[in-house]
C-alpha cells in the first residue's frame, strides 16, 4: 500500500497536483461539482500537456534535422512549455511538490517581508519549479532537501522579481495596482534602462499609426503558425528538395512538408498551452483565495500581457525588434563556441512585446526598439549558457526561453559547481535570497521614520 501510494499515485505528477487542487476546492467550501469538475480538469491538463509535447518534438526533430543538413550547426528552439513537458517524466514529482510549496513560501514572504506581491502566474510558476527541480537534480540533490530548498528559491524569486520591476511598472500603468509576475522580468529591466539612456526626446510609440493589415500579429497561434512556416520554408530550401523528401517527408513535396510542419509546431504549442491553462486554472485561484486572507494589502503579479493594453504599438515595434536581434544573434553564436539558438517566436513575442512597452514608457521610440533588441540578444545567449547546466536535458533540441529562467539557472548551477558540499550550497542561497529581503525592510524602516519626522 506504502509503494502505491509513493510511487503511482503521488509519483505521479497528474494525480498529484489533481490531490491539491482537490485540497484547495475544499478548503473553499466549493460546491461539489466545481470540486469534481476542478480536480478533474486539473489532471487532464496534465495528460494534454503530454500530448502537446508528443506533436512539439515531432516537429523539432523535423526541424533540428533539416536545420543540421543546411548549415552543419545543431539548433536549438526554446521554447517553455516544450522543455518542461520533456522532463516531466524525470523531474514531474519534483517540479510538482516545488510548485505548489513555492506557492505556499510565496505568501508566507509576502505576509512577513515588505514586499507584498502573490505572484498569480501559473504556468510562469511551474516552469521556474521545472527549472529549479533540474538543476538541483543535476547538482547532487534529492529527496526533501531538494524540495525545501526549491520551494524557497521559487517562493523567494516570485516575491523579488515583481518588486525589482515595479518602478517601471509604475510608469507604465500610473498606478501601483498590480505588479508584473513574469519571469522575464530581467529583460524587462534592461529594457527599461536602455530606454532611459538611449530615448531622450523621443516621442511614445503611441503616436505611431499601425496599419489594421498587422493585427493579425496581435492573436499569438496566428503569429506562431506564419513564423514558424517562414522559418521551415528557409531551412528546408537550405537543406535542399533531395535531402527533405529524400530523408524526411517520404517523397511530399518539400515546400508543402515545411508548411504542414510548421502548423505542426504551432498545434503543438497551442495544445502544450491550453493544457497549460486547464491544468493551473483551478490551483491559482485557490491560492489567490487564501493569499487574500493571509496577506492583506497585496499586490497581483499579473502575466506579462496585462500591460499590453498600455501601448498596443510597442508591442508589434518590441516582438518584431526582439526577433530581428534573435536572428542576428544567431550569426555570433557559433563564433563563441556556443550553440545556435534558433529565435522561438512565443518568448519573442512576449517577452519582446512587453520590453518594448517598458522601453517604450523610458525612452519612447528608441527606447522601444533598441530595449526590445537587448532583450531579443539576452533571450539568444543566456539559453546557449543555460544548456551546459540542464545535463541531459540540454540534449532536447529545445530549452527555457525567457531571461529569467537563464539568468537563475546559470547561478544556480555554477553555485553548485563551485560549492562540493550541499550544505553550504544551501546556505549560500538562504543568504543570497535574505540580502534583498534585509535590504527592503531597512529601506521600509528608514522610509518610516522620515515619514514619523516629517508629521
Same mark, same amino acid.
Given at each position: 500500500?506504502?509503494?502505491l501510494?509513493?510511487?503511482?499515485?503521488?509519483?505521479?505528477?497528474?494525480?498529484?497536483?489533481g490531490?491539491?487542487?482537490?485540497?484547495?476546492?475544499l478548503?473553499?467550501?466549493?460546491?461539489?461539482?466545481?470540486?469534481?469538475?476542478?480536480?478533474?480538469?486539473?489532471?487532464?491538463?496534465f495528460?494534454?500537456?503530454?500530448?502537446?509535447?508528443?506533436?512539439?518534438v515531432q516537429?523539432?526533430?523535423?526541424?533540428?534535422?533539416?536545420?543540421n543538413e543546411?548549415?552543419?550547426?545543431d539548433?536549438?528552439?526554446p521554447?517553455?512549455?516544450?522543455?518542461?513537458?520533456?522532463? %516531466?517524466?524525470s523531474f514531474?514529482?519534483?517540479?510538482?511538490?516545488?510548485?505548489?510549496?513555492?506557492?505556499?513560501?510565496?505568501?508566507?514572504?509576502?505576509?512577513?517581508?515588505?514586499?507584498?506581491?502573490?505572484?498569480?502566474?501559473?504556468?510562469?510558476?511551474?516552469?521556474?519549479?521545472?527549472?529549479?527541480?533540474?538543476?538541483?537534480?543535476?547538482?547532487?540533490?534529492?529527496?526533501?532537501?531538494?524540495?525545501?530548498?526549491?520551494?524557497?528559491? !521559487?517562493?523567494?524569486?516570485?516575491?523579488?522579481?515583481?518588486?525589482?520591476? %515595479?518602478?517601471?511598472?509604475?510608469?507604465?500603468?500610473?498606478?501601483?495596482?498590480?505588479?508584473?509576475?513574469?519571469?522575464?522580468?530581467?529583460?524587462?529591466?534592461?529594457?527599461?534602462?536602455?530606454?532611459?539612456?538611449?530615448?531622450?526626446g523621443?516621442?511614445?510609440?503611441?503616436?505611431?499609426?499601425?496599419?489594421?493589415?498587422?493585427?493579425?500579429?496581435?492573436?499569438?497561434?496566428?503569429?506562431?503558425?506564419?513564423?514558424?512556416?517562414?522559418?521551415?520554408?528557409?531551412?528546408?530550401?537550405a537543406?535542399?528538395?533531395?535531402?527533405?523528401?529524400?530523408e524526411?517527408?517520404?517523397?511530399?513535396?518539400?515546400?508543402?512538408?515545411?508548411?504542414? %510542419?510548421?502548423?505542426?509546431?504551432?498545434?503543438?504549442?497551442?495544445?502544450i498551452?491550453?493544457?497549460?491553462?486547464?491544468?493551473?486554472?483551478?490551483?491559482?485561484?485557490?491560492?489567490?483565495?487564501?493569499?487574500?486572507?493571509?496577506?492583506?494589502?497585496?499586490?497581483?503579479?499579473?502575466?506579462?500581457?496585462?500591460?499590453?493594453?498600455?501601448?498596443?504599438?510597442?508591442?508589434?515595434?518590441?516582438?518584431?525588434?526582439?526577433?530581428?536581434?534573435? !536572428?542576428?544573434?544567431?550569426?555570433?553564436?557559433?563564433?563563441?563556441?556556443l550553440?545556435?539558438?534558433?529565435?522561438?517566436?512565443?518568448?519573442?513575442?512576449?517577452?519582446?512585446?512587453?520590453?518594448?512597452?517598458? #522601453?517604450?514608457?523610458? #525612452?519612447?521610440?528608441?527606447?522601444?526598439?533598441?530595449?526590445?533588441m537587448?532583450?531579443?540578444?539576452?533571450?539568444?545567449f543566456?539559453?546557449?549558457?543555460?544548456?551546459?547546466?540542464?545535463g541531459?536535458?540540454?540534449?532536447? #533540441?529545445?530549452?527555457?526561453?525567457?531571461?529569467?529562467?537563464?539568468?537563475?539557472?546559470?547561478?544556480?548551477?555554477?553555485?553548485?559547481?563551485?560549492?562540493?558540499s550541499?550544505?553550504?550550497?544551501?546556505?549560500?542561497?538562504?543568504?543570497?535570497?535574505?540580502?534583498?529581503?534585509?535590504?527592503?525592510?531597512?529601506s521600509?524602516?528608514?522610509?518610516?521614520?522620515?515619514?514619523?519626522?516629517?508629521?
Amino acid at each position: 500500500m506504502i509503494d502505491l501510494i509513493m510511487k503511482d499515485i503521488l509519483g505521479t505528477p497528474a494525480i498529484l497536483v489533481g490531490l491539491f487542487a482537490l485540497i484547495g476546492l475544499l478548503v473553499q467550501r466549493k460546491n461539489t461539482g466545481d470540486v469534481v469538475s476542478g480536480t478533474l480538469k486539473t489532471v487532464m491538463g496534465f495528460v494534454i500537456l503530454g500530448a502537446g509535447a508528443n506533436v512539439l518534438v515531432q516537429s523539432l526533430g523535423q526541424f533540428s534535422s533539416m536545420f543540421n543538413e543546411a548549415f552543419a550547426v545543431d539548433g536549438v528552439i526554446p521554447n517553455n512549455e516544450a522543455i518542461v513537458a520533456l522532463a %516531466q517524466e524525470s523531474f514531474g514529482t519534483e517540479t510538482a511538490m516545488i510548485m505548489l510549496f513555492g506557492m505556499v513560501v510565496n505568501i508566507i514572504l509576502a505576509r512577513i517581508s515588505p514586499f507584498k506581491y502573490i505572484f498569480l502566474t501559473g504556468h510562469h510558476t511551474m516552469f521556474m519549479a521545472c527549472l529549479i527541480s533540474v538543476i538541483l537534480s543535476t547538482g547532487g540533490f534529492s529527496g526533501i532537501s531538494l524540495i525545501i530548498l526549491g520551494s524557497i528559491i !521559487l517562493g523567494g524569486l516570485m516575491v523579488l522579481f515583481p518588486a525589482m520591476l %515595479q518602478p517601471f511598472t509604475r510608469k507604465v500603468t500610473g498606478s501601483d495596482d498590480f505588479a508584473i509576475g513574469h519571469f522575464g522580468s530581467i529583460g524587462y529591466l534592461v529594457a527599461s534602462f536602455v530606454g532611459k539612456r538611449v530615448g531622450k526626446g523621443s516621442k511614445s510609440t503611441e503616436e505611431i499609426k499601425v496599419p489594421k493589415s498587422l493585427g493579425f500579429l496581435r492573436d499569438t497561434s496566428v503569429s506562431v503558425s506564419l513564423t514558424m512556416i517562414i522559418l521551415f520554408f528557409v531551412v528546408a530550401g537550405a537543406a535542399g528538395p533531395a535531402f527533405v523528401e529524400g530523408e524526411l517527408s517520404a517523397g511530399q513535396n518539400f515546400l508543402v512538408f515545411a508548411f504542414m %510542419q510548421g502548423l505542426t509546431f504551432a498545434a503543438g504549442v497551442y495544445i502544450i498551452l491550453a493544457g497549460v491553462r486547464m491544468l493551473l486554472g483551478e490551483i491559482v485561484p485557490a491560492f489567490k483565495g487564501i493569499a487574500d486572507k493571509v496577506v492583506p494589502n497585496a499586490k497581483p503579479a499579473l502575466d506579462a500581457p496585462a500591460i499590453f493594453p498600455f501601448a498596443g504599438n510597442a508591442v508589434i515595434i518590441g516582438f518584431l525588434s526582439s526577433f530581428i536581434a534573435g !536572428l542576428v544573434s544567431m550569426l555570433f553564436l557559433p563564433l563563441l563556441g556556443l550553440k545556435v539558438i534558433v529565435p522561438g517566436l512565443v518568448p519573442h513575442f512576449f517577452t519582446g512585446a512587453a520590453a518594448g512597452v517598458f #522601453g517604450n514608457a523610458t #525612452g519612447g521610440r528608441r527606447g522601444a526598439v533598441i530595449g526590445s533588441m537587448a532583450n531579443g540578444v539576452m533571450i539568444s545567449f543566456l539559453p546557449a549558457l543555460l544548456l551546459p547546466v540542464l545535463g541531459s536535458l540540454g540534449f532536447q #533540441g529545445t530549452t527555457f526561453g525567457d531571461a529569467d529562467f537563464s539568468v537563475v539557472g546559470v547561478v544556480l548551477g555554477n553555485i553548485i559547481n563551485l560549492i562540493d558540499s550541499n550544505i553550504a550550497v544551501f546556505a549560500v542561497i538562504i543568504l543570497l535570497l535574505a540580502i534583498p529581503f534585509l535590504w527592503g525592510l531597512r529601506s521600509k524602516t528608514s522610509e518610516k521614520n522620515s515619514n514619523t519626522n516629517v508629521a
